[in-house]
C-alpha cells in the first residue's frame, strides 16, 4: 500500500483570515492570545482538510515565514532584537522591525527578505557572524505536534534541513558559514531526539538546496550533516524540491535517511534514475501532483509513470505534491465567477490532495475502483486540449511570423538620440519617477465601486481624470523633466493588463502568500494571448494634454507579466512569453 502525506499547506486561510488577524494585532487592537487563537484554528482547519492523507505536515504553519520560525527554533535571531522581550515581540522585530516592540526606544532593523528560491515567495535570510551560536527552541513546534495529535492526526513535523539552512544564510563578517555546520548539527540532533520523545517517527527534512550547482564543500557538509543526524531516534525523509537533483542525484539517494522525496513535476526525467540508484531499504516519496501550478493532474499519465515503480518498490512508494502547497490557492470550491470550462481545468490545494488519494487508490486496489474519476479526468484533459478558448490560430501565425529581424532596430543609437532630443528637448540629466503615486483610498473606492457597478462610466472617467491632474500638476510644482499620469486606474501592474488581455482569467479567491501578511492573486494564463484593444492610450493623452512636457507611457514588461502570473502547462514558457511580448509590442 503506498503512503500519502504533503509537503505543506497554505497558512493564510481561504478567507485570508491569517492576514487580517496580522494586521490587526500589529495596529495594537487584539492580543497575542487572539493571534494564537487564530493561528490554532486555521491548523485545525488545514489538518481536517488534509485528514484523508496517510500523514500531516506539522509545522508548516507559521506567523510569517517558515525559514523565520526556523531561525526562532534554532535560536538565531538577529542579535539587533530586543532580548527583554517576549517570543513573538522578538519574532516580529525580526521580520518587520520596530514595528511589533514593546519598547518604543528600541530600534529594530527587519531582516533582509528575497525570494524562496525561484519562486513568488519571500523568505527572510538567516544571519552569521563569528559570534553566532544555536540553541534548541522547539517549545512551539512540541506544542503544534501536541495540537496535532490531540486531534487525531498522524502527523509528519516539517523541518528546514541544517545544510539549506546555512546555504539561505548571510554572513555579517568573514565568517564561512559552513564553519557553523558543527555548531548547528548538535541543536538538530537534540530538536530530532525531542521530536523523538514526544512520539513522532517520521521528520521532513528539506534540503532544496540539493537541486542547486553545489561545490565539493557543500557536498560534503550534506555527508557529514546526514551521517550525523543518522544517529537520531527518528525517521528522516529527505525533501527536495523546485528541480532537478543532476551532479547531486547520487549523494541525494545514498544520504543515510530513511526516505527520499523529489520533485517529479521538474525532475520527471530523473525518476527512473532514483529507483535504480536509492538502496533497498530507503522509502521514495514521488512528488506526482504539482505544487507550484493550478492545472489539473492528468491522472491517467501519472498513472503510467507510477505504476512500473510501485511494483518495483510496493509499500517502499509514497506520493505527494512535488513541493509545498503554500504555492497555490486554497480552495476551487470559493470560485463562482469564473467560466464553467475554466474551472474544469483546475485544481487548488484541497482539490490537489483529492488527486492524490484518487491516484493512490489507483495503485493500491486497481484502476477500477476508481474508474469513474479516472474517467472524468480523462475527459477534463481533453476538454481543455480541444478548447477553442485556449487554441487561436491567429496569435499562432503571428508568433511563427515573427523572425530574427523583427528585434533589430531601424537605426543605430546616435541617430535615434538625435531625434529624440530634438523632440523632447530634455536637460542633460533629465528628471522623472518610476511611475505610481500612491493608491489612497478614495482612489480604491471609486475602482471598487466602479467594479461593482455603482459607479456610472463617465463618472469613474471623471474621478481618474481629476487623479491623473493631481499627479500631472504636483510633478510640475516639483520642476520634473519627464512627467508620469501616476497609474491611479490601474490595481495592480500585472493584473491590470491581463485583464486587458485575452487568454487571462481571474479569480475571486485564489490567494497567495508573497510574505508575511502580503497576499497576491495571480493571473491564469489559460490561452493564447491577444490584446483586442488599446490599454492604456487613452489615460496617456490625457495626462498629456495637460502639460507641454513629455509623458511617458508605462507598460509591465511580459517577462514579470509571465513571472507573476499561473503559466499553462500545454507548450512552453517561452512561447507564452512571446505572445505576450507581441500583444505589448
Request: hydrophobic share 40%.
Amino acid at each position: 500500500m503506498v503512503t500519502t502525506h504533503n509537503l505543506g499547506f497554505p497558512r493564510i486561510g481561504g478567507q485570508r483570515e491569517l492576514k487580517f488577524a496580522l494586521e490587526r494585532f500589529w495596529r495594537g487592537e487584539t492580543s497575542v492570545e487572539d493571534l494564537e487563537q487564530t493561528g490554532k484554528t486555521l491548523r485545525l482547519r488545514h489538518w481536517t482538510l488534509q485528514a484523508d492523507l496517510d500523514l500531516v505536515p506539522v509545522g508548516d504553519f507559521s506567523f510569517y515565514d517558515h525559514v523565520l520560525d526556523t531561525s526562532q527554533l534554532l535560536d538565531n535571531l538577529p542579535s539587533r532584537v530586543d532580548k527583554n522581550a517576549d517570543a513573538m515581540t522578538q519574532y516580529f522585530q525580526a521580520s518587520r522591525g520596530q514595528a511589533g516592540s514593546s519598547c518604543c526606544n528600541h530600534q529594530v532593523a527587519a531582516a533582509e527578505m528575497t525570494k524562496w528560491f525561484d519562486t513568488n515567495y519571500h523568505y527572510l535570510v538567516p544571519e552569521f557572524n563569528a559570534e553566532t551560536a544555536f540553541k534548541a527552541c522547539p517549545e512551539r513546534l512540541l506544542a503544534q505536534i501536541k495540537e496535532a495529535k490531540a486531534a487525531g492526526f498522524k502527523i509528519k513535523p516539517v523541518l528546514v534541513g541544517p545544510v539549506s539552512y546555512l546555504w539561505l544564510g548571510k554572513t555579517k563578517d568573514e565568517t564561512d558559514k559552513l564553519a557553523l555546520l558543527n555548531k548547528l548539527l548538535p541543536v538538530y540532533a537534540e530538536i530530532l531526539d525531542q521530536l523523538a520523545d514526544n512520539g513522532v517517527e517520521w521528520v521532513q527534512i528539506d534540503e532544496p538546496v540539493l537541486v542547486t550547482e553545489l561545490s565539493t564543500e557543500w557536498q560534503q557538509a550534506l555527508q557529514k550533516a546526514y551521517f550525523s543526524l543518522a544517529k537520531c531516534r527518528v525517521k528522516l525523509l529527505l525533501t527536495t524540491y523546485f528541480g532537478q537533483l543532476q551532479q547531486n542525484l547520487q549523494l541525494a539517494c545514498e544520504l543515510p535517511t530513511a526516505g527520499l522525496h523529489i520533485d517529479a513535476i521538474s525532475a520527471a526525467d530523473e525518476l527512473v534514475r532514483v529507483v535504480d540508484w536509492l538502496p533497498s531499504h530507503k522509502v521514495l516519496s514521488v512528488g506526482i501532483i504539482n505544487g507550484r501550478n493550478i492545472w489539473k493532474t492528468d491522472l491517467n499519465r501519472a498513472l503510467e509513470l507510477l505504476e512500473p515503480i510501485h511494483t518495483r518498490l510496493a509499500e517502499r512508494l509514497w506520493l505527494a505534491p512535488s513541493c509545498s502547497l503554500l504555492h497555490v490557492p486554497i480552495d476551487l470550491n470559493s470560485e463562482h465567477n469564473l467560466a464553467e470550462e475554466t474551472l474544469d481545468w483546475l485544481a487548488f490545494a484541497v482539490q490537489k490532495l483529492e488527486e492524490l488519494s484518487i491516484l493512490a487508490q489507483a495503485l493500491n486496489l486497481g484502476r477500477e475502483g476508481v474508474a469513474a474519476q479516472l474517467a472524468e479526468n480523462k475527459q477534463s484533459i481533453q476538454r481543455r486540449q480541444q478548447s477553442t478558448r485556449v487554441h487561436n490560430p491567429a496569435v499562432k501565425q503571428r508568433c511563427e511570423a515573427t523572425h530574427s529581424a523583427s528585434g533589430q532596430r531601424q537605426s543605430t543609437y546616435s541617430q535615434r538620440a538625435a531625434l529624440q532630443q530634438q523632440a523632447l528637448q530634455l536637460p542633460a540629466f533629465p528628471t522623472t519617477t518610476i511611475g505610481s503615486f500612491p493608491q489612497t483610498n478614495v482612489i480604491r473606492q471609486t475602482r471598487k465601486q466602479f467594479r461593482l457597478g455603482q459607479l456610472a462610466d463617465a463618472e469613474y472617467r471623471q474621478q481618474m481624470q481629476a487623479e491623473i491632474r493631481h499627479a500631472i500638476d504636483k510633478q510640475l510644482e516639483l520642476g520634473l523633466d519627464v512627467l508620469v499620469h501616476g497609474e491611479a486606474e490601474r490595481n495592480d501592474m500585472v493584473e491590470y493588463f491581463g485583464q486587458q488581455l485575452q487568454g487571462f482569467a481571474f479569480t475571486d479567491y485564489g490567494w497567495v502568500q508573497s510574505y508575511g501578511s502580503r497576499c497576491v492573486k495571480p493571473p491564469i494564463i489559460y490561452g493564447d494571448v491577444s490584446r483586442p484593444d488599446p490599454m492604456t492610450v487613452e489615460w496617456i493623452q490625457y495626462a498629456q494634454s495637460l502639460t507641454d512636457k513629455p509623458v511617458k507611457g508605462m507598460l509591465t514588461g511580459p517577462v514579470t507579466i509571465l513571472n507573476w502570473s499561473f503559466v499553462r502547462d500545454d507548450q512552453p514558457r517561452s512561447e507564452t512569453c512571446k505572445q505576450i511580448s507581441l500583444a505589448i509590442r
